[in-house]
Protein backbone atom coordinates (compact mmCIF):
# COMPACT_ATOMS: atom_id res chain seq x y z
CA UNK A 1 0.00 0.00 0.00
CA UNK A 2 2.80 2.26 0.75
CA UNK A 3 4.46 1.83 -2.66
CA UNK A 4 1.25 2.80 -4.13
CA UNK A 5 0.99 5.97 -2.67
CA UNK A 6 4.35 7.16 -3.48
CA UNK A 7 4.06 6.04 -7.21
CA UNK A 8 0.34 8.20 -7.11
CA UNK A 9 2.20 10.82 -5.35
CA UNK A 10 5.82 10.67 -8.20
CA UNK A 11 2.65 10.43 -10.59
CA UNK A 12 0.99 13.63 -9.99
CA UNK A 13 4.86 15.56 -9.68
CA UNK A 14 5.32 14.42 -13.20
CA UNK A 15 2.16 15.15 -14.56
CA UNK A 16 0.77 18.12 -12.93
CA UNK A 17 -1.37 20.64 -15.15
CA UNK A 18 0.66 22.53 -17.40
CA UNK A 19 0.98 26.18 -17.85
CA UNK A 20 0.49 25.26 -21.69
CA UNK A 21 -3.03 23.51 -21.17
CA UNK A 22 -5.70 24.99 -23.13
CA UNK A 23 -8.23 21.99 -22.73
CA UNK A 24 -9.09 19.05 -20.58
CA UNK A 25 -11.46 16.37 -21.79
CA UNK A 26 -12.26 13.73 -19.65
CA UNK A 27 -12.80 10.29 -21.31
CA UNK A 28 -15.39 8.72 -18.85
CA UNK A 29 -16.76 8.19 -15.63
CA UNK A 30 -14.76 5.34 -15.20
CA UNK A 31 -11.68 5.91 -16.22
CA UNK A 32 -8.59 8.03 -15.06
CA UNK A 33 -7.83 9.22 -18.36
CA UNK A 34 -8.21 12.49 -20.25
CA UNK A 35 -7.03 13.63 -23.45
CA UNK A 36 -4.89 17.00 -22.21
CA UNK A 37 -4.57 19.90 -25.09
CA UNK A 38 -1.69 22.24 -24.89
CA UNK A 39 -0.34 25.01 -26.83
CA UNK A 40 3.25 25.27 -27.98
CA UNK A 41 5.14 28.46 -28.78
CA UNK A 42 7.97 28.14 -31.04
CA UNK A 43 10.88 29.57 -29.26
CA UNK A 44 12.81 30.86 -32.27
CA UNK A 45 9.98 31.02 -34.96
CA UNK A 46 7.76 32.79 -32.79
CA UNK A 47 4.99 33.10 -35.20
CA UNK A 48 3.87 29.35 -35.01
CA UNK A 49 1.72 27.87 -32.75
CA UNK A 50 1.56 24.34 -32.15
CA UNK A 51 -1.58 22.48 -30.16
CA UNK A 52 -0.58 18.61 -29.41
CA UNK A 53 -3.21 16.56 -27.94
CA UNK A 54 -2.34 13.13 -26.03
CA UNK A 55 -4.00 11.09 -23.67
CA UNK A 56 -2.93 11.80 -19.85
CA UNK A 57 -3.34 8.38 -17.07
CA UNK A 58 -3.92 10.38 -13.60
CA UNK A 59 -2.45 8.01 -11.17
CA UNK A 60 -1.00 5.96 -13.65
CA UNK A 61 3.14 5.51 -14.08
CA UNK A 62 3.06 5.50 -17.22
CA UNK A 63 0.65 7.46 -19.86
CA UNK A 64 -0.02 6.29 -22.95
CA UNK A 65 1.61 7.25 -26.32
CA UNK A 66 -1.16 8.27 -28.81
CA UNK A 67 -0.66 12.04 -29.39
CA UNK A 68 -1.45 14.56 -32.66
CA UNK A 69 -0.21 17.63 -33.33
CA UNK A 70 -1.43 20.63 -35.50
CA UNK A 71 0.84 23.59 -35.81
CA UNK A 72 -0.09 26.96 -37.50
CA UNK A 73 0.99 30.54 -38.50
CA UNK A 74 -0.35 32.53 -35.79
CA UNK A 75 2.20 35.68 -36.33
CA UNK A 76 4.99 36.73 -38.30
CA UNK A 77 7.97 34.40 -39.49
CA UNK A 78 10.71 36.57 -40.77
CA UNK A 79 14.14 35.51 -42.70
CA UNK A 80 16.13 36.33 -39.33
CA UNK A 81 14.07 33.44 -38.08
CA UNK A 82 14.51 31.09 -40.72
CA UNK A 83 18.40 32.00 -40.58
CA UNK A 84 18.84 30.90 -36.68
CA UNK A 85 17.23 27.43 -37.09
CA UNK A 86 18.72 24.02 -37.97
CA UNK A 87 18.93 23.29 -41.27
CA UNK A 88 20.35 19.25 -40.87
CA UNK A 89 17.62 16.58 -41.93
CA UNK A 90 16.71 15.54 -39.01
CA UNK A 91 15.90 19.10 -37.39
CA UNK A 92 15.99 20.08 -33.95
CA UNK A 93 13.70 19.57 -30.98
CA UNK A 94 12.08 22.88 -29.60
CA UNK A 95 9.79 20.85 -27.08
CA UNK A 96 10.18 17.90 -24.52
CA UNK A 97 7.59 16.24 -22.04
CA UNK A 98 8.15 13.04 -19.78
CA UNK A 99 5.48 10.28 -20.20
CA UNK A 100 6.88 7.91 -17.65
CA UNK A 101 8.82 7.24 -15.08
CA UNK A 102 10.39 4.63 -17.28
CA UNK A 103 12.01 6.89 -19.23
CA UNK A 104 9.30 7.83 -22.09
CA UNK A 105 9.36 11.00 -23.53
CA UNK A 106 7.33 12.91 -26.12
CA UNK A 107 9.36 15.02 -28.41
CA UNK A 108 8.30 17.80 -31.03
CA UNK A 109 10.95 18.37 -33.73
CA UNK A 110 10.94 21.12 -35.95
CA UNK A 111 12.61 20.48 -39.69
CA UNK A 112 13.18 22.54 -42.42
CA UNK A 113 12.05 21.74 -45.82
CA UNK A 114 14.29 24.30 -47.80
CA UNK A 115 12.72 22.79 -51.53
CA UNK A 116 9.01 23.52 -50.45
CA UNK A 117 9.85 26.35 -48.06
CA UNK A 118 7.91 24.19 -45.30
CA UNK A 119 8.51 23.73 -41.60
CA UNK A 120 7.49 20.48 -40.52
CA UNK A 121 6.73 19.61 -36.86
CA UNK A 122 6.78 16.06 -36.06
CA UNK A 123 5.62 15.22 -32.50
CA UNK A 124 6.43 11.49 -31.29
CA UNK A 125 7.03 9.19 -28.10
CA UNK A 126 10.73 7.95 -27.27
CA UNK A 127 9.69 4.69 -26.60
CA UNK A 128 8.24 1.84 -28.61
CA UNK A 129 4.45 0.66 -27.95
CA UNK A 130 2.75 -2.24 -29.40
CA UNK A 131 5.61 -2.98 -31.51
CA UNK A 132 4.89 1.22 -33.23
CA UNK A 133 6.46 4.43 -32.48
CA UNK A 134 4.02 6.84 -32.16
CA UNK A 135 3.98 9.79 -34.09
CA UNK A 136 2.49 12.74 -35.64
CA UNK A 137 3.24 15.43 -38.26
CA UNK A 138 2.46 19.10 -39.18
CA UNK A 139 2.97 21.66 -41.58
CA UNK A 140 3.48 25.35 -41.90
CA UNK A 141 4.41 26.87 -45.08
CA UNK A 142 6.25 29.85 -45.38
CA UNK A 143 4.22 30.71 -48.98
CA UNK A 144 3.22 34.54 -47.70
CA UNK A 145 5.19 35.50 -45.04
CA UNK A 146 8.40 37.64 -45.33
CA UNK A 147 10.37 34.41 -45.20
CA UNK A 148 9.54 32.85 -48.22
CA UNK A 149 12.26 32.30 -50.94
CA UNK A 150 11.26 31.75 -54.54
CA UNK A 151 12.58 28.05 -55.43
CA UNK A 152 15.17 28.05 -58.33
CA UNK A 153 12.92 26.66 -60.94
CA UNK A 154 15.30 26.50 -64.42
CA UNK A 155 13.96 28.28 -67.24
CA UNK A 156 11.69 26.57 -69.64
CA UNK A 157 11.18 23.76 -66.56
CA UNK A 158 8.02 22.02 -65.58
CA UNK A 159 7.39 22.95 -62.01
Avoid at 87 to 105: A, L, N, P, Q, R
Avoid at 135 to 147: C, E, F, I, K
Wanted: charged fraction near 25%; charge should be negative; hydrophobic fraction near 40%.
Amino acid sequence: MKKLLVAMLMTGLLTGCSDNEVGDVSLGVFTLKDIKIENLKDDIVTGVTCHIASVEADFSLADPSDSSISCRQTGDITPEMIAKIDKSKSGEVVFKKSKSIFFKSMKVRRIFDADNQTLLYLSYTTKETEGSFKHSLSTVPLWGTAAYIEPNVAPGAAH
